[in-house]
């Protein structure tokens, strides 16, 4: 049974296990963020801070990263993952690496994201250290500890603001020594699109979620309700972006984000209709690539205005 669904997700062995464990198309959601918040302090104070950048980048990957990990390690532990379990690494229950060694990598790549922080914190404030502290334990709740936010209705919320508003505040802050209300504005369509990546993941698994008594907003609401409830977020941030355009807070440039639409559309076109996890698992993709292709034409035309 495991080998049938390796074939039909196209698992393949080797290092490929390591990297399905870090769930790559989830990783837009940690790089987007860095990017355009420090996009913003270039155009907006000609900052430019290569190593900040760098430093912010990788410490936000290793964090996602490990969040990743840790879900991988506890829905197994908890029972929810099993061989047939589709949107997940498949490195315990199909490709036997023993549990405890995804959880202990999962506490390196904290490790590593600390080193980073400590790297930002000296060169610009310590109270870096108490948010991104804040930030990995909140990864860490996300599935672990006695009541996981992924299996309540906030998990959008938390992950929305986290890797949405707080990693491009922290970007820019780091960059300029203060944070902005613009930046935070034009931090709103992102942490709507990271929101709408978790959404799609647990449409997909709404089914065995439900079965395992998780409380999420698409069974609270129903499949039908909540791929509706997905095409309102993308409405919500393409309207936002339009009129953070029309007042100046985005550059004119920044329409040519708007060639992301149809990526967006094709994403609702793939969830309805399907019941199944494996049918699925093209728009959840998709839904991480709406998103990364959005924000980065967003730091492009951040980059061009400055140019042009």
Known sequence: MAEDIKKQLNERDGWQVWWRLLRPHTLTASFIPVFIGTMFAYISEDIFLVDLFLAMMFASILIQSATNMFNEYYDYARGLDNEKSVGIGGTIVRDGIQPKTVLNLAFVFFFLAILLGVYICMATSWWIAAIGAVSML??????????PIAYTPFGELSAGLLMGTVIIAISFYIQTGFVSGNVLLISIPIAIFIAAILLANNIRDLDGDKENG?????????RKNAIIFLAI??????????????????????????????????VIKGFKGKTKPIEMMPAMIATGKTNSIYGILIGISLVLSKIF
């Open 214 to 222: 998780r409380k999420t907003i698409a069974i609270l609401i129903g």
């Open 233 to 266: 977020l993308f409405i919500t941030a393409y309207v936002s972006t339009a009129i953070f355009i029309a007042l100046g807070i985005l550059p004119v440039w920044a329409f040519i984000s708007f060639l992301s639409i149809k990526m967006a559309i094709d």
């Open 138 to 147: 909140i990864g860490y709740l996300y599935t672990g500890g006695p009541i």
